[in-house]
């Protein structure tokens, strides 16, 4: 009977490409607090006011063009990856989404339901750098269910890998692997967040954006900078696979509304690179582990459309890590160092 557990979390997906379920997971989604940070009057005449009567249709046929037939691409990869880490782990194992099914209640319910003796739990948020929307969203959601309906268990969380060795490591030879050596240039493209964001998250108050390099210079702050996170994964990457500092470079992706948001842009960055005449062009998404709308549809096909329209040559998206052998086996040996120690041995 064991005492200890762990819990592995994705974004989430509709459960269909029913305009109806996608309506019904963009609500969830989009009405989190730490996703679009208004005011709840504000958050929800933006939301279901105006998004989710214009939105859903259009997301639903996204979805469409990149659905399999085992379903969507994010569960079935995150699914075939925990199966992979629960056959590596000394504990027992399970699999939630923030939003969407398997909810996070699901999650923890099950792990408790087939394991009484159960004390702790070990979060692992997949996602490699911290962020308001995604690893914040994530703990916050986890103690809320916790704390309604599991009082007695304790958690624990695996925080940010983005410059673990062993994460970079693996994450470079998964893009060495599609690679081509005569490649002109390996763009870096991250999920954006509004730069509001960023300062919400600034534990100092008074860094970020505060220069143009705020980044670069040494601060409390980067332990919750996203943007930050993003640079350092990038550059520890890039010295693996050898890249010269004109070889690569970093962009931001999926931006919503008016807001400033995180820059440059990926859209406008691919289409200047078709512009010049680009022969080749490789693209990784880091932000993600598991492949998905913003990978499969945003830029396997939005984005070589605009580099191919703008007069670019060859567009070659790298997968992400998603059900590698290596990558599950990580996931395993974190777990077990918690199982058999704490946290601290993680890390």
Known sequence: MSKKAALLINLGSPDSTDPKDVRRYLDEFLM????????????????????????????AAAYQSIWW???????VLSQRLHEKVSAKS????????????????AGIEKLVAENPALEEVFVIPLYPQF??????????????VVTAHFPSLKIAQLPPFY??????????????????????????????????HIKKSDITGKHCFKTGNCCRVKSPAHAFCYRHQCFITTDLVAQ???????????????????????????????????????????????????????????????????????????????????DRDDWAQLLGNWINAFANKSVSAVV
């Open 90 to 105: 000394e504990i027992p194992t399970a699999l939630a989404m923030r939003y969407g099914n398997p909810s996070i209640h």
């Open 240 to 322: 693996k696979l050898g890249l010269a500092p004109d070889q690569y470079s970093v962009t931001f992706q999926s931006r919503l509304g008016i807001d400033p948001w995180l820059t440059p842009f990926t859209d406008k960055t691919i289409k200047s690179f078709g512009e010049i005449g680009m022969k080749k062009l490789a693209i990784a998404c880091p932000a993600f582990v598991s492949d998905c709308l913003e990978t499969l549809e945003e830029i396997a096909e939005e984005g070589k459309e605009i580099f191919h329209e703008a007069g670019g040559g060859d567009f070659h998206m790298i997968p992400c890590l998603n």
């Open 131 to 144: 962020a308001m929307s995604t690893v914040e969203t994530v703990m916050e959601k986890v103690n809320e």
């Open 32 to 59: 989190d607090e730490r996703v679009i940070d208004l005011n709840p009057l504000a958050r929800k005449l933006l939301v279901q006011g105006i998004i989710l009567n214009t939105r859903p249709k259009k997301s």
């Open 163 to 196: 410059n673990h060795p062993d994460y970079i490591a693996i994450l470079a030879e998964s893009m060495r692997e599609h690679i081509a050596a005569d490649v002109d240039h390996v763009l870096f493209s991250y999920h954006g967040v509004p730069e509001r």
């Open 69 to 75: 037939d085992e379903g969507s691409p994010l569960i």
